[in-house]
């Protein structure tokens, strides 16, 4: 990994965050979109990789990465593998409901950082390790209608896979060396957008109406939920640590329950409440207790 400067860091650190919480409020706009969850990926794919090479080709990207067979195979992977994670988890929501389908989709950055250390030279420490349990308990109570009909056993089956193909399309992306984050994004979202479209042509064929009213929350979700929040995404995954990537990754949910509660005026129960507050606490422990133990080392070399 190269090197950054602080400055850098935490550049990357903040846009990483912004594209974490405009991801959060992917349930609440596709909540005024009276499509089907494949319809509505469909959409978002095919925004967002418009959107995506119409700033490229005013941008004037050079697409180095199609030239490298490296970076074009693992671009190609990753997306293929975005579209199958999102194919999977939207199979989870109509079958077993959010809440489990979220909990299990939320297991692939644990999946990611746990795995890192073969793949990538990242130290997975104590710190690290203590900050993922914090959260994972987190997440387990703030996903508290886990209770539900654990029978049926496809839908946990697609959750499960959808957190499997979360921590493979991270993984991926940490393995492409040279492709700037617009190259990434655009090739990526692309990959994705035909997986979706032949999977829905296959299984159920396109009719997609849209009415009046739904073009502003459609074009929301493709502009600003997928298009932006991507280039955010993939341009700084790269950049930061695994175990970094994969503990924030939680403010992902954070931010959809707290939007939730704001926007949808859907209430969080007491236990939800305490999820809420172990992911916060857990993502923070993990990020902050490292540059404490600096400062402190720091003042007892002075004294």
């Excluded at 095919?46 to 990207?61: D, N, Q, R």
Aim: net charge positive; proline share 2%; glycine share 8%.
């Amino acid at each position: 990994m190269k090197i950054m400067t602080d400055k850098e860091y935490r550049i990357n650190l903040i846009l990483y965050i912004i594209s974490l919480i405009i991801m959060g409020s992917n349930g609440i706009v596709a909540s005024f979109i009276h499509l089907s969850s494949l319809e509505i990926i469909l959409m978002r794919t095919i925004i967002g990789s418009a959107v995506m090479i119409t700033v490229s080709i005013l941008h004037k990207e050079k697409f180095s990465c199609l030239h490298d067979r490296h970076d074009a195979l693992f671009l190609l992977l990753s997306g293929l593998t975005l579209g199958g994670g999102w194919i999977f988890l939207f199979e989870a929501y109509r079958s077993i409901g959010v809440s489990i389908s979220t909990l299990l989709y939320y297991l692939g950055p644990i999946i990611a950082m746990l795995v890192s250390p073969i793949f990538f030279e990242e130290k997975l420490t104590k710190v690290k390790v203590i900050g993922a349990i914090i959260v994972f308990f987190g997440i387990i109570l703030l996903n508290g209608n886990i209770s539900g009909d654990m029978t049926k056993a496809y839908g946990i089956f697609c959750g499960f896979m959808a957190g499997v193909f979360y921590a493979v399309t991270v993984l991926l992306n940490k393995k492409v060396r040279y492709a700037s984050g617009m190259e990434n994004t655009t090739c990526q979202l692309v990959a994705s957008f035909f997986l979706v479209f032949i999977f829905l042509m296959c299984r159920e064929g396109i009719h997609i109406k849209i009415s009046g009213t739904e073009w502003i929350p459609v074009l929301w979700i493709g502009l600003l939920n997928t298009g932006l929040s991507c280039f955010f995404y993939y341009s700084t995954i790269t950049k930061l640590p695994m175990s970094t990537v994969a503990i924030l990754s939680y403010l992902d949910p954070v931010s959809a329950v707290i939007l939730s509660a704001i926007i949808l005026k859907e209430s969080l129960n007491f236990v939800q409440v305490i999820g809420v507050i172990l992911v916060i606490a857990g993502a923070a422990f993990s990020q902050l207790y490292p540059i404490f133990q600096s400062i402190r080392l720091g003042r007892r070399r002075k004294l």
